[in-house]
């Protein structure tokens, strides 16, 4: 259970720093963040045992004694907000001047919600971001203006407030900082991920200034906010931060003040944060709006959250791989989150997260079609004529044999296998067992956000730490096909999918039912993937399914 804390003081008693008296059991202390210019202060628990803080102080400041129960009627004690839903557009929803007009258009077409409105970098902005500071590493200082990445931005944000009737001016600042940045990249041949981090945040920065003075434009109070400044409170990890509690009330707090006290629809930047350390810019990981918009979700208690892509919802399976792919009509925040962990790009990986915790339902819904009803994302659904809701693939993963040399007995043997992945910060994916062997997939966004050099040599001495217990057979260019559904009939889903990929000529060479008992995995050669996925696609979804009916006889 995690809660959070706060209080005000007056600006002149602000506290430069506090602690906490008799600590809860170490690790409770999740994050703590001071927000000077609302006199707040927040801080950030997460409850694990009986013991608890009896007591916070703050240095140089009005003491505040805080006894658990109180802190707890504060912590929860949030006036329910005027505002109503949020609407996260992604980038292709918002990639130029004519579709920004169809969203606004959209947005306007329900006057009866009061919007939260969370955008990301028009288009391929970031992709695009990423690729100049790359080419700038190297290309020399008087070659950044060149940069073909670099006039792309330009032109498209220049262009996009011209079609719109909107002042350049909007983005030069932001263009021009952009540049200098570029050139900054250039002088010290470094692109750090802190910088790349800044350097992305531009196309949230941009995109939504443009979208705010659009709406005002045409008579609609709009305010544009940055993440960042408004209480989005991260990790340190640049490029893949995790949002931390003291985010809920700050976020609550400036959105509902400055609803209160002047109305005007809140265009957020998505993707972007602040880290609690450092202070500078973080973003959440590639497609982390989706977490933006859950994140303001459950901070003000909304009544919906809607995601609005390119598609018709979340679909059975890629569309990329398989055109054939139908939307999925409902699913539960446990089946999104799966589907989205082992590699589905329609949602972040963890944005049910907030969603599941405030309990707050979510809509994909289609901003090129906006009739589709979409999918509808809730706690609980209707299970009893489920079997398999979508099947995702996630290629290029590396999978690890580990037989066990018998030094160790089973349990210390597992126990070390983990502890080495542990200590090399290497997450690992799909899991199978028995009592001397173990094979397991290593997690591709982690392991391969870093340098190739690094790669190679991180899993050689994973290699080799392992090599120390036990025999170890690397495989690489696997693919995990993961069957999301109801892990209740996994009889059948098993019987269905080995038919299928035995008449296939595929052979698997791992299997693990998820603990979360709503997916099934199935490790393949890559070459070989995309075949089955379209094959499982057409027996699963694409022909009756008659055992289903027996089961439920039998049940
Ligand atoms: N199971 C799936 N359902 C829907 N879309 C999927 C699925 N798997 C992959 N996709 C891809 O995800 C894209 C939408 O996600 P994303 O590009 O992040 O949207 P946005 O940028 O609008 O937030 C779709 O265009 C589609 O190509
Ligand atoms: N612009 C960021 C964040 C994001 O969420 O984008 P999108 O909603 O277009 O996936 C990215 O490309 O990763």
Same mark, same amino acid.
């Given at each position: 259970?995690?809660?959070?804390? *706060?209080?005000?003081?007056?600006?002149?008693?602000?506290?430069?720093?506090?602690?906490?008296?008799?600590?809860?059991?170490?690790?409770?202390?999740?994050?703590?963040?001071?927000?000077?210019?609302?006199?707040?202060?927040?801080?950030?628990?997460?409850?694990?045992?009986?013991?608890?803080?009896?007591?916070?102080?703050?240095?140089?400041?009005?003491?505040?004694?805080?006894?658990?129960?109180?802190?707890?009627?504060?912590?929860?004690?949030?006036?329910?907000?005027?505002?109503?839903?949020?609407?996260?557009?992604?980038?292709?929803?918002?990639? =130029?001047?004519?579709?920004?007009?169809?969203?606004?258009?959209?947005?306007?077409?329900?006057? /009866?919600?009061?919007?939260?409105?969370?955008?990301?970098?028009?288009?391929?902005?970031?992709?695009?971001?990423?690729?100049?500071?790359?080419?700038?590493?190297?290309?020399?200082?008087?070659?950044?203006?060149?940069?073909?990445?670099?006039?792309?931005?330009?032109?498209?944000?220049?262009?996009?407030?011209?079609?719109?009737?909107?002042?350049?001016?909007?983005?030069?600042?932001?263009?021009?900082?952009?540049?200098?940045?570029?050139?900054?990249?250039?002088?010290?041949?470094?692109?750090?991920?802190?910088?790349?981090?800044?350097?992305?945040? #531009?196309?949230?920065?941009?995109?939504?200034?443009?979208?705010?003075?659009?709406?005002?434009?045409?008579?609609?109070?709009?305010?544009?906010?940055?993440?960042?400044?408004?209480?989005?409170?991260?990790?340190?990890? #640049?490029?893949?931060?995790?949002?931390?509690?003291?985010?809920?009330?700050?976020?609550?707090?400036?959105? /509902?003040? +400055?609803? /209160?006290?002047?109305?005007?629809?809140?265009?957020?930047?998505?993707?972007?944060?602040?880290?609690?350390?450092?202070?500078?810019?973080?973003?959440?990981?590639?497609?982390? =709006?989706?977490?933006?918009?859950?994140?303001?979700?459950?901070?003000?208690?909304?009544?919906?959250?809607?995601?609005?892509?390119?598609?018709?919802?979340?679909?059975?399976? +890629?569309?990329?791989?398989?055109?054939?792919?139908?939307?999925?009509?409902?699913?539960?925040?446990?089946?999104?989150?799966?589907?989205?962990?082992?590699?589905?790009?329609?949602?972040?990986?963890?944005?049910?997260?907030?969603?599941?915790?405030?309990?707050?339902?979510?809509?994909?819904?289609?901003?090129?079609?906006?009739?589709?009803?979409?999918?509808?994302?809730?706690?609980?659904? +209707?299970?009893?004529?489920?079997?398999?809701?979508?099947?995702?693939?996630?290629?290029?993963?590396?999978?690890?044999?580990?037989?066990?040399?018998?030094?160790?007995?089973?349990?210390?043997?597992?126990?070390?296998?983990?502890?080495?992945?542990?200590?090399?910060?290497?997450?690992?994916?799909?899991?199978?067992?028995?009592?001397?062997?173990?094979?397991?997939?290593?997690?591709?966004?982690?392991?391969?956000?870093?340098?190739?050099?690094?790669?190679?040599?991180?899993?050689?001495?994973?290699?080799?730490?392992?090599?120390?217990?036990?025999?170890?057979?690397?495989?690489?260019?696997?693919?995990?096909?993961?069957?999301?559904?109801?892990?209740?009939?996994?009889?059948?889903?098993?019987?269905?999918?080995?038919?299928?990929?035995?008449?296939?000529?595929? /052979?698997?060479?791992?299997?693990?039912?998820?603990? =979360?008992?709503?997916?099934?995995?199935?490790?393949?050669?890559?070459?070989?993937?995309?075949?089955?996925?379209?094959?499982?696609?057409?027996?699963?979804?694409?022909?009756?399914?008659?055992?289903?009916? *027996?089961? +439920?006889?039998?049940?």
């Amino acid at each position: 259970m995690s809660a959070s804390l *706060r209080f005000s003081a007056p600006s002149h008693s602000f506290p430069k720093q506090i602690s906490l008296e008799r600590q809860w059991p170490s690790g409770t202390l999740l994050s703590f963040a001071a927000f000077r210019p609302l006199n707040s202060l927040c801080i950030s628990l997460r409850r694990c045992g009986e013991s608890g803080v009896s007591r916070v102080s703050c240095q140089g400041g009005n003491v505040d004694v805080i006894q658990r129960d109180e802190f707890e009627a504060v912590s929860f004690g949030e006036p329910e907000s005027q505002l109503t839903c949020v609407m996260k557009f992604g980038g292709s929803s918002v990639a =130029s001047a004519e579709r920004m007009r169809e969203v606004a258009d959209l947005i306007l077409s329900f006057p /009866n919600e009061k919007p939260v409105i969370v955008l990301s970098a028009m288009g391929k902005t970031t992709n695009k971001l990423l690729l100049a500071g790359e080419k700038a590493v190297s290309c020399g200082v008087t070659n950044v203006d060149g940069l073909e990445e670099l006039s792309f931005i330009k032109d498209l944000h220049h262009r996009t407030a011209d079609e719109l009737g909107v002042e350049r001016s909007i983005v030069d600042g932001h263009l021009e900082v952009l540049e200098q940045l570029l050139k900054g990249i250039a002088m010290m041949k470094e692109l750090t991920l802190r910088t790349k981090d800044y350097l992305v945040s #531009f196309g949230e920065c941009m995109s939504t200034r443009l979208f705010a003075a659009y709406l005002n434009k045409i008579g609609v109070n709009a305010r544009q906010y940055d993440a960042f400044e408004i209480g989005f409170i991260t990790t340190d990890d #640049f490029t893949n931060a995790d949002i931390l509690e003291a985010t809920y009330p700050a976020v609550a707090k400036r959105l /509902n003040n +400055d609803w /209160n006290s002047d109305p005007a629809i809140p265009i957020v930047t998505g993707f972007l944060g602040k880290g609690w350390r450092s202070g500078a810019i973080t973003t959440l990981g590639r497609g982390g =709006s989706d977490l933006t918009a859950t994140t303001i979700g459950k901070a003000l208690g909304l009544r919906e959250i809607q995601v609005w892509k390119d598609v018709d919802g979340v679909l059975t399976c +890629d569309p990329n791989i398989y055109p054939h792919a139908e939307p999925v009509p409902y699913l539960t925040f446990d089946e999104a989150a799966e589907l989205a962990y082992f590699g589905a790009q329609v949602l972040h990986p963890q944005s049910m997260r907030p969603a599941r915790e405030g309990d707050i339902p979510v809509r994909v819904k289609n901003s090129y079609n906006p009739n589709a009803p979409g999918t509808l994302i809730t706690r609980n659904r +209707d299970m009893s004529k489920a079997v398999l809701t979508s099947i995702v693939l996630k290629r290029n993963v590396t999978m690890l044999d580990i037989v066990s040399t018998r030094m160790l007995g089973q349990f210390g043997f597992l126990a070390k296998v983990f502890s080495i992945f542990e200590d090399l910060g290497i997450s690992v994916d799909v899991v199978a067992t028995s009592e001397v062997s173990i094979s397991l997939t290593l997690d591709p966004s982690k392991l391969w956000s870093r340098e190739l050099i690094q790669q190679a040599s991180e899993l050689d001495h994973v290699v080799q730490e392992l090599e120390r217990i036990a025999v170890v057979n690397l495989l690489q260019h696997r693919s995990i096909i993961s069957l999301i559904g109801n892990v209740q009939r996994s009889s059948l889903i098993l019987e269905k999918a080995f038919h299928v990929l035995r008449a296939n000529g595929v /052979n698997v060479q791992m299997i693990s039912q998820g603990a =979360s008992k709503v997916n099934i995995s199935l490790i393949v050669h890559d070459n070989e993937a995309e075949q089955c996925v379209r094959a499982l696609h057409s027996t699963f979804f694409e022909s009756d399914l008659p055992e289903l009916d *027996r089961c +439920d006889s039998a049940n």
